[in-house]
Nanobody, 124 residues
Framework: VQLQASGGGLVQPGDSLRLSCAAS????????LGWFRQAPGREREFVAV???????YYTDSVKGRFTISRDNAKNTVYLQMNSLKPDDTAVYYC???????????????????WGQGTQVTVSS
C-alpha cells in the first residue's frame, strides 16, 4: 500500500482544513487507517483512527473538533479539522495497517505503511 497525503496549509486559529490520504493497492476496505502528527522537537503522536469496520477513535485534544472518515470506493481517508488551534500545528501523516489490534491503534510503531506527511500551520 502506498499513501499520499494532501490538504495541509497555513490557516488562522478557528479555521478549518480537510486532509486527504489516497491509497493505492488492494483491499483498502480491510485496512485500519490512522492520522498522526509531529510538531518540531516532539515525538509523533496519535490523532485519530478509523478501523475497517468504521469505528473511530480520537486523542482527547481533538475530540469534538476533528472527524476522521473513509471512502472505500475512492481508497481515501479524510481528516476534517475544525476550530483549529496553534497547538495543532504539525506535520500530519496518514498510516495504514491491515492486522493492527485494538490495543495498538494509538502506537505509530505498529503501522506498516505511511504517507509522506503534509504540513498544517495554525497561526494568526
Amino acid at each position: 500500500v502506498q499513501l499520499q497525503a494532501s490538504g495541509g496549509g497555513l490557516v488562522q486559529p478557528g479555521d478549518s482544513l480537510r486532509l486527504s490520504c489516497a491509497a493505492s493497492g488492494h483491499s483498502f476496505n480491510r485496512y485500519t487507517l490512522g492520522w498522526f502528527r509531529q510538531a518540531p522537537g516532539r515525538e509523533r503522536e496519535f490523532v485519530a483512527v478509523i478501523r475497517y469496520n468504521s469505528h473511530t477513535y480520537y486523542t482527547d485534544s481533538v475530540k469534538g473538533r476533528f472527524t476522521i472518515s473513509r471512502d472505500n470506493a475512492k481508497n481515501t481517508v479524510y481528516l476534517q479539522m475544525n476550530s483549529l488551534k496553534p497547538d495543532d500545528t504539525a506535520v500530519y501523516y496518514c498510516a495504514a495497517d491491515q492486522r493492527i489490534i485494538l490495543s495498538s491503534l494509538r502506537a505509530p510503531e505498529h503501522y506498516d505503511y505511511w504517507g509522506q506527511g503534509t504540513q498544517v500551520t495554525v497561526s494568526s
